[in-house]
């Protein structure tokens, strides 16, 4: 994750921390935060060019779309 350009992160420590501290990160997709009880974590942008996305269950044929889409 350290040396990725583009990163899809999830809510995880470990997936921000790698942004976070990445020297080759150019575009980061970044889930909502929509979990009740969790509106005390605020922080959602890694760089400048973090992409915020709505995170929900999906199959592998939307993920394969979405991939491809970026």
Sequence with gaps: MNHAKI??????????TAGLLSKNIEKVYFPKNKFPG????????????TQVYDNFLC???EITEFLNSV
């Design 59 to 61: 199959n592998e044929r």
């Design 7 to 16: 990163m899809v992160c999830s809510l995880s420590t470990l997936c921000w």
């Design 38 to 49: 969790w509106e005390n974590q605020t922080f959602s942008t890694i760089i400048q060019n």
